[in-house]
């Protein structure tokens, strides 16, 4: 059982470049989103999806597209990396949401720099 | 806006006494509460949860405390092991309202010292 995995795990962009980073988990989770860890600032919510088709802003999603065509899949694109965007980012996962006693599952991230 | 807060950066105790780390929060509507460890290089793993209609909720060494009048949980490690060293996130969340969001602190950095 793979859980929530992520690819790439390390990645160097210019800025201007664009790429996305990928995420799926075979636990037919519901839900699933993105964060992004910086140091001081702890966990920040990106984006997040609660189903196939729908997905939702989180704290700070500008700069970021997402989007989840598959129930497993939840890819985050960065149209135009900018260095403020270097960071490590972990993608999560839950049975379902709005709910007491789920809990998310996290991948083992991705280190994003941006030069 | 930081709804959920972690005051103390890092925390340093000795092997064998009690570890206590902090988290308040600012939204009333927030009514489960989750706290994570992570190592290096590693994703965040789930410890222990709470959710708002108890006061403290205990699963071997780790016991979280929730004081919902003064919007602050606790997490204590008894007794405190080497291998606990880590960060350690608190998170929160509204299950009521459907906005889906779980909303983590800034982290405590944990050291146990042998």
């Known amino acids: 059982n793979a859980g929530v995995t992520q690819t790439p795990k390390f990645q160097v962009l210019k800025t201007g470049q664009s790429m996305t980073l990928q995420c799926a988990q075979d636990m037919n989770h519901e839900y699933m989103s993105w964060y992004r860890q910086d140091p001081g600032m702890g966990l920040r919510l990106i984006h997040y999806s609660v189903g196939a088709g729908i997905t939702d802003q989180g704290e700070v999603p500008n700069g970021y597209n997402v989007s989840r065509s598959t129930t497993e899949d939840f890819p985050l694109r960065l149209l135009s990396a900018a260095p403020s965007q270097t960071s490590v980012y972990f993608c999560a996962s839950s049975y379902s949401v709005g709910r007491l006693n789920e809990k998310l599952f996290f991948g083992s991230g991705t280190q994003l720099s941006v030069l | 806006d930081q709804q959920v807060k972690q005051n103390s950066p890092s925390l340093s105790v000795q092997e064998g006494r009690i570890s206590i780390l902090n988290c308040d929060y600012t939204?009333?509507?927030?009514?489960?509460f989750l706290w994570y460890k992570k190592y290096p290089a590693e994703g965040p793993t789930f410890l222990i949860s709470i959710s708002s209609i108890k006061d403290k909720n205990e699963d071997g060494r780790f016991t979280v405390f929730l004081n919902k009048s003064a919007k602050h949980l606790s997490l204590h490690i008894v007794p405190s092991q080497p291998g606990d060293s880590a960060v350690y996130f608190c998170?929160?969340?509204?299950?009521?309202?459907?906005?889906?969001?779980?909303?983590f602190g800034t982290g405590t950095r944990l050291k146990v010292l042998a």
């Open positions: 939204n009333s509507m927030f009514d489960y």
């Open positions: 998170a929160a969340t509204d299950t009521t309202s459907g906005t889906y969001k779980y909303i």
